[in-house]
């Protein structure tokens, strides 16, 4: 297959969309396919991505004022369409809900070639309107007609989670979705572990990590009073924030006024490449999250790769991806109190932790993307038949 992949998401950009996109294409252009990557140019200086069967192909943009590191493909249907006929693309996919987004859309009517979506952020949710000060039940309306003028419009959609596909259902997309996973390479995660020490010594206590952007929609201020109980009855254990945003000050704020500066590395961002290659993530105990906007968070599935039980709520595709009992606890959003005594079954009671770190190991699985990309390419060639029909 020649794929058109149209990322308003993408590299030097750091986060799940990017992350899940670049594994994507690499599983794909693995497996013997052109892959063409449309993505915004950036003036900054970064590595660009380089493997066998993949060309990027960056576009003229501008930043865009109400998020930070996004930016503005700019390029006009024409060019697109040239593009597209010169490298013979048989099958388009769109990341975001952008400009390029549109011009996915444009350029599949045109051409007749399929075009598929994959939802990956809930833009319409209180927590990232906040970020823009938009917090109002009407913009959270529009904001679902303004998602749903992509979806609609489009030949396929894919989700990564399966409450993602109900949400979508429920808020008006009438295109037909499947879901297929972001998948994890296990392998890749297992071989960046470090061998347990076998020193007598006395053991420390448990490691906490959280990894995402320190941001209204990530709950972080929740984590903290959570993890504020858990030290008053378990004071060895520590807490890694890994991550920047736009609320990293009032954040490392909270930390000083708890009196918490002993117990939290606020570490701020780490370069993805060095972050997963450092083992920083093997070398914690259990991952930790409050956030309620997740769809399916690579950050859960990278450390569920790496055998950590998680502690989350009940809120959009978080339950989807951590089984209450069985790999790690669900609890109650916005509840410091439930959250807190979650994390303590796993600190203080050790069968209960290795029981939870065995379904761990066990359920991830299912995500590895091994087979996950075989999904793709069976999606993505039945698009491509039907559309000869």
Known sequence: MNIALFCDIFTPQVNGVVTATVAMAKGLADGGHKVHIIAPRFKSNFKELKHKNIIVHRIFSVPALFYEEFRFALISTRSLIKLIKKFNIQVIHYNGTQFLARQAIKVGKKQNIPVVGTFHTFFADPEYLKQIKLDFKF????????????????????????????????????????VISNGIDINFFKKKAKPKSKSNSKPKGKTLLFIGRVAYEKSVDVLIESFKLVVQKAPDTKLLIVGSGPQFDLIKKQIIDLKLEK???????????????????????????????????????????????????????????????????????????????????????????????????????????????????????????????
């Open 139 to 178: 913009m959270e309306k529009a904001t679902w007609k303004f998602l749903n003028s992509f979806f609609n419009n489009t030949d396929f959609v894919t989700s990564p989670a399966p409450s993602t596909r109900d949400a979508m259902l429920k808020m008006g997309c009438k295109t037909p979705i499947k």
């Open 263 to 389: 117990s939290v590395n606020l570490v701020g961002r780490i370069p993805y490449d060095k972050l997963v290659n450092s083992g920083m993530i093997n070398d914690a105990d259990i991952f930790v999250t409050a956030s309620k906007t997740e769809n399916q968070p690579l950050t859960i599935l990278e450390s569920q790769a790496c055998g950590l039980p998680c502690v989350g709520v009940n809120k959009r595709g978080v339950p989807d991806l951590i089984i209450n009992g069985e790999n790690g606890f669900i609890v109650k959003a916005d509840s410091p109190k439930l959250f807190a005594d979650a994390i303590l079954k796993l600190v203080q009671d050790g069968v209960v932790f290795n029981k939870m770190k065995k379904g761990t190991n066990k359920l991830v699985k299912q995500h590895d993307l091994k087979n996950v990309i075989p999904v793709w390419e069976k999606t993505l060639n039945d698009l491509i038949k039907n559309s000869k029909k």
